[in-house]
T-cell receptor, first 114, second 113 residues
Framework: DAKTTQPPSMDCAEGRAANLPCNHSTISGNEYVYWYRQIHSQGPQYIIHGLKNNETNEMASLIITEDRKSSTLILPHATLRDTAVYYCIVRVWFGGAAGNKLTFGGGTRVLVKP | EPEVTQTPSHQVTQMGQEVILRCVPISNHLYFYWYRQILGQKVEFLVSFYNNEISEKSEIFDDQFSVERPDGSNFTLKIRSTKLEDSAMYFC???????????FGQGTRLTVV
């Protein structure tokens, strides 16, 4: 799976959009970008994923650059409950091994401030 | 919304004792996983399980670890002889297909004393 690089931490004002960057310059053509978050040692929570088109769901938007070497997760109106560690993970849709494990890096620790 | 359930939420055990961590995955899911997170460190993959057998395991998952799906609903992680360094949060996860998102439980905090 391709390696990802994320800033270790960032602050965001409540009610404002939070833009979380992720670099994945070695991504290959069959690898997807997944975002998960972990709120204070709870189990990781899936947010969104995409291949090359921008994606939006009820939680967030995912913007992937045309060359797919980087992406941005957007939380449109951050709330205090969005304070968490956000993980950007790149992997194939159907992995070579049936396991399809997730490889977590250090993520970005996001603190939403009132 | 369906969820993955883990029990107990916290377990304290003496070094050398056996522990069994229990998970009830989402009912129609076919792929099952255990991850762990030592305090302050990254979430680490331990093992994946599909079609009643291990499909992948990490270096961490040595002979002291085993997994089982005994009755079609529970998914268990057994640590045969616990060590101090096994103290961690253990997360169970499941998904219905290889490419879909994984749903994680809230974890079991294992403390080995």
């Amino acid at each position: 799976d391709a390696k990802t690089t994320q800033p270790p931490s960032m602050d965001c004002a409540e009610g404002r959009a939070a833009n979380l960057p992720c670099n994945h310059s070695t991504i290959s053509g069959n690898e997807y970008v997944y975002w998960y978050r972990q709120i204070h040692s709870q189990g990781p929570q899936y947010i969104i994923h995409g291949l090359k088109n921008n994606e939006t769901n009820e939680m967030a938007s995912l913007i992937i650059t045309e060359d797919r070497k980087s992406s941005t997760l957007i939380l449109p109106h951050a709330t205090l409950r969005d304070t968490a560690v956000y993980y950007c993970i790149v992997r194939v849709w159907f992995g070579g091994a049936a396991g399809n494990k997730l490889t977590f890096g250090g993520g970005t620790r996001v603190l939403v401030k009132p | 919304e369906p969820e993955v359930t883990q029990t107990p939420s916290h377990q304290v055990t003496q070094m050398g004792q056996e522990v069994i961590l229990r998970c009830v995955p989402i009912s129609n899911h076919l792929y099952f996983y255990w991850y762990r997170q030592i305090l302050g460190q990254k979430v680490e993959f331990l093992v994946s399980f599909y079609n009643n057998e291990i499909s992948e395991k990490s270096e961490i998952f040595d002979d002291q670890f085993s997994v089982e799906r005994p009755d079609g609903s529970n998914f268990t992680l057994k640590i045969r002889s616990t060590k101090l360094e096994d103290s961690a949060m253990y997360f169970c996860a499941s998904k219905w297909d290889r490419g879909t998102e994984a749903f994680f439980g809230q974890g079991t905090r294992l403390t080995v004393v």
